[in-house]
């Protein structure tokens, strides 16, 4: 059979789809458009199969000139300048130095983190109160700031978790060296390393045949196996130093812990959370510093003397171009009228600043750098305008998860480490914590019985959240214990036990509490309303007495 211009139609394929073929070139063509009546064109292709991504295309971005390179490769270009521009925004920038407060305040919290043994004891069921409450204490004294958890002494755990979780925001990454040893009494204390002190520079083949890539080396499998460290930093050139004829210092990475977020496969140093909103928060900064300027000048109202026609004097700079002497100069006073020089007009300057759209254009900076940081806009710029309930709601429960990640990301990635390397030092420092069982505290670091708990966040309506609770409670959908983790740092025994304690007092001290959440039996509700109908009688006849004088 025949086709358009000859062609002989073959078979359908997959519907839409024919084969044709041409006489005079002796070929089979499978094409997905029908002919038209018009002869044999197929239609345009659409937009979606002319182009896979617009990102792609040269024509939809031009000037976006990027290479694709390792992240090693793009972090050695920019790691020097991108930390120090960073740091600048950490001390100098309001809106910077607000969000790290934010995070310290909600991740770090007020308290740090708390341990939490579960250790059972030797039946299994409870946990070993005795070891927990022991464990606990030695583990609060060795944090505290005489204890020397630090090995300058000058913070306590909580002011460390602090630093540590700062210089991971503002530097990328942060370098805590493991002191055991040290000379307090826990024979183990933390030193933090300036992270600029890790050679970028140093590239190279390690002399045992591993890598050195940006002062980290590495084994055949990219894990680190030791850092090399500058003796001194490049910038501190006046204070002083023991002297070294060795540039480096090369430390096992057993005793290190180097900690930044893994962005890319194969990354050995860490980007600062800063690198993306950056350039926002400088533009700002930029904008806001004009806008002074700018309003300080409109304030002073200043104006110029424009000679006319019949000004017969010498105007400033006829002379000499560079040469002032002849300026014409008058300084304004409030309330006072000055006469101006014969043939001379007055003509105003008015930079008319600031500018109406001042405050929509920090608003729209402010959001690109609380999105980029990761914290919200109503936190970070403490503009509460146009916010109701539900906007504050909806703000909480999309921020809080993200703080528990990143309250998750310092326990498993510092908290822990600390933990862990603090426990292997007390299974030989017997001197100290005696009342601490070491076959216990073993066992509980060989069966991973123990955790840490962060801050915790009240919910914006209280007494709503605690209703949900009991409820959840009731219906057996949640445990005492898990509300009690929830809202506070504390084990629920721990919080068990000191109600009973408080109880007991209370009772000794003959102070009565009212009874919490008691709900009326529903079968007696009748013979309930009887007995208050009763008294409530008596009352009023009592009342009647005391009205007539009668005893």
Known sequence: MLGVNGHVNGAKVNGRRRTFFNPETGRLKV???????????????????????????????????VDDVSANAAIYQ???????????????????????????????????????????????????????????AAWSRAGKLRNRPTTNGQLTRKDAYSLWFRTLIVD????????????????????????????????????????????????????????????????DLVFPYQSDPQEHQRIEARYVNHTF?????????????????????RHLDQFEEAIVVGSRVAASKMGFYVPDEN?????????????????????????????IPRGMTVENFDPNYPPGNLEEFQ??????????????????????????YNSLRSGALEQRPIYEGLQNFVIDHFVDWDFRQWGAVQDLNIDAYPGVNRRKLRSMMELDSYGFDGRKWQWVDPEKEGNAEIKAIEMKLKTRAMVIRNKANIE???????????????????????????????????????????????????????????D
């Open 31 to 65: 094409t997905g458009h029908r002919a038209s009546s018009n002869g044999n064109k197929r239609k345009p292709p659409s937009a979606a199969r002319r182009r896979y991504f617009d990102i792609g295309q040269v024509s939809e971005t031009l000037g976006w000139n």
């Open 78 to 136: 920019n790691l020097w300048l991108m930390k120090s521009r960073a740091r600048d925004l950490a001390r100098n920038n309001d809106y910077v130095r607000r969000s790290l407060q934010i995070f310290d305040n909600n991740v770090i919290g007020p308290l740090g983190f708390t341990l939490s043994c579960k250790l059972r004891d030797g039946n299994g069921k409870t946990c070993d109160r005795g070891f927990r409450s022991k464990l606990h």
């Open 172 to 235: 990328g990454e942060v370098i805590v060296i493991g002191k055991p040893g040290f000379g307090n009494e826990a024979r183990w204390s933390l030193q933090f390393i300036d992270t600029a002190r890790l050679d970028h520079r140093l590239n190279q083949i390690a002399p045992n045949g591993n890598r050195i890539i940006m002062g980290v080396e590495v084994d055949a499998d990219d894990a680190p196996v030791a850092y090399w460290f500058l003796n001194r930093l490049p910038s």
């Open 261 to 281: 977020v893994v962005e890319r496969p194969g990354q050995s140093r860490g980007v600062s959370w800063l690198a993306s909103p950056a350039t926002r928060a």
């Open 311 to 339: 000004y017969e004097g010498q105007a400033p700079g006829d002379e000499d171009p560079s040469d002032p002497a002849g300026d014409l100069r008058q300084d304004a006073e409030p309330g006072t009228f000055e006469v």
């Open 363 to 388: 608003i729209a900076i402010l959001r690109g750098i609380a999105s980029g940081i990761g914290i919200d806009y109503v936190s970070i710029s403490n503009n509460l305008k146009g916010v109701n």
């Open 492 to 550: 629920p025994d721990q919080m068990f036990q000191d109600i009973a304690d408080e109880e007991a007092e209370l009772e000794e001290l003959g102070i009565e509490t009212p009874t919490i959440f008691t709900k009326p039996d529903a079968s007696n509700e009748n013979e309930s309303t009887e007995e208050e109908t009763g008294e409530t009688g008596e009352a009023e006849d009592d009342a009647d007495a005391i009205l007539s004088g009668d």
